[in-house]
């Protein structure tokens, strides 16, 4: 049963252009989602984090917002370029339930120049 | 900057081989974490800890043990390897407050 789905496997974006993933989650217990950024051959490093007091958080070109009645969030990234091109994972948390993550299956972003 | 190492980046061993796959983080992290990672599964955690000598399983413990003798080291075990053993396993750490986590560069184990 997965807690954290990410339904699309890829995505392709032209430079420039606005990439959105997309994460849906099922487990009400989860009041903090983070979203990783993994390239080939390397550990993941941390991109952005919500709490669910919040319905959104930027950061730079990066923006997560969190639709806690549909489960649903979403990391946007204004303007993509090139070495966005990796892998994300979305992952889910809870600060009083547990302290480890439920991570997605990942969505591999490809930046075309 | 957090720091989290796992010495063996590539191996190669042999079906029923028992493996070690370790790993020490420098930030004085209470939690350690292992997961594998696996093409369409995404991160799945296999064991995790919250102190010394403590261990916790997660989603897929199965074949795995692990141990933790120190607060900095987390050492994954795979008591007779199979096949079906072939991934990426990454190491993480945070802090008692923190669900914010930090991984590895990750070892690539393939299984023959």
């Known amino acids: 049963d997965q807690q954290v789905k990410q339904n699309s496997p890829s995505l392709s974006v032209q430079e420039g252009r606005i990439s959105i993933l997309n994460c849906d989650y099922t487990?009400?217990?989860?009041?903090?989602f983070l979203w990783y950024k993994k390239y080939p051959a390397e550990g993941p490093t941390f991109l952005i984090s919500?709490?669910?007091?919040?319905d959104k958080n930027e950061d730079g070109r990066f923006t997560v917002f969190l639709n806690k009645s549909a489960k649903h969030l979403s990391l946007h990234i204004v303007p993509s370029q090139p070495g966005d091109s990796a892998v994300y994972f979305c992952a889910a948390g809870s600060f009083t339930w547990a302290r480890q993550l439920t991570f997605g299956s990942g969505t591999q972003l490809t930046v075309l120049p | 900057d957090v720091k989290v190492t796992q010495s063996s980046r590539y191996l190669v061993k042999r079906t029923g081989e028992k493996v070690f796959l370790e790993c020490v983080q420098d930030?004085?992290?209470?939690?350690m974490f292992w997961y594998r990672q696996d093409p369409g599964l995404g991160l799945r955690l296999i064991y995790f800890?919250?102190?010394?000598?403590?261990?916790e399983k997660g989603d897929i413990p199965e074949g795995y043990s692990v141990s933790r003798e120190k607060k900095e080291r987390f050492s994954l075990i795979l008591e007779s390897a199979s096949t079906n053993q072939t991934s990426m396993y990454l190491c993480?750490?945070?802090?008692?407050?923190?669900?914010?986590?930090?991984f590895g560069e990750g070892s690539w184990l393939t299984v023959v």
């Open positions: 800890s919250y102190d010394v000598k403590m261990k």
């Open positions: 993480a750490s945070s802090t008692g407050g923190s669900n914010t986590i930090y």
């Open positions: 930030m004085d992290h209470e939690n």
């Open positions: 919500i709490s669910s007091i919040k």
């Open positions: 487990n009400s217990m989860f009041d903090y």
